[in-house]
């Protein structure tokens, strides 16, 4: 097992618990630095998990020697540039989705990541889902070949909260946030290059300033094609589903959970070591520190994502 790797995390929010409650579960690592934007509230929480250092600024975390790797569950806005902090103190970091809210942005973090060789990683889940696994290994295998993904991204966010109905300090983005999901587990999947996309946006916020209803279409080099239907204007269900149409079975994916076409429940659960993705996720991570490796999800292999992404802001911009 080698050393414990010691970890700082960055945003104490509702998915950095997530990350907390997963990483218990993981041996040979610890979190021993947690930042997060209002000091009682972290140091509350670190209380709960047993951490010993506290602060409201991340350069604190990362001035500390026994710091090996950083997660960053911080506001979208911030990404790329505590990426770039970190890496440039000699820290491992895996970023949650998105890995910044520009194109410009990513290719900052993925050029540091190439000068140093440190471990840089981005919180693409679905390549981790049980579920999206599943299928994977079944078209790997030559087993199934996706026609098309038919894809809800849908929460009711007409006032600015996260997950666990907290008010955010920050604004959210379906664009850069919540398509990134999809644009990355699309190509992931298919197994080729997005060969064309396009994006059509409903009317803006007039508090928050981001569109709440978006469109976007993709097409794989493999022929496959993608449809993506995102909203913060719906009131439930909730959450993302996922429909593979295959030229074998059509498969219904919602986080870990996944289901045929008759609505029988496929059993994942011998798919990985668990059925939560996020600490999945996580043993990526700490794996590919150990044995020096590239990760999953690098930054490297997610670049593509967040220039498709890029390409549908300029599209959206210029049609406005």
Known sequence: MGKTIKVALAGAGAFG??????IKLIEGVEVVSLVSRELEKT???????????????????LALQEVDAVILCTPTQMHAAQALACMQAGKHVQIEVPLADSLAGAESVLALQQQTGLVAMCGHTRRFNPSHQWLHKKISAGEFNIQQMDVQTYFFRRSNMNALGQPRSWTDHLLWHHAAHTVDLFAYQTGGTIVAANALQGPLHKTLGIAMDMSIQLKSSTGAICTL?????????LGAFFRYIGDSGTYIARYDDLIDAKDNKIDVSQVDVSMNGIELQDREFFAAIRAGREPN???????????????LERQLNQSA
């Open 43 to 61: 140091r509350e929480t670190a209380v709960k998990y047993g951490i010993g250092h506290v602060s409201t600024d991340l350069a604190d975390s």
């Open 229 to 237: 239907s995102l909203s913060f204007n719906n009131d439930g269900p």
């Open 297 to 311: 999800a690098s930054v490297a292999q997610v670049m593509p994502c967040y220039c498709i992404l890029d390409r």
């Open 17 to 22: 618990i997530k990350h907390l409650d997963a």
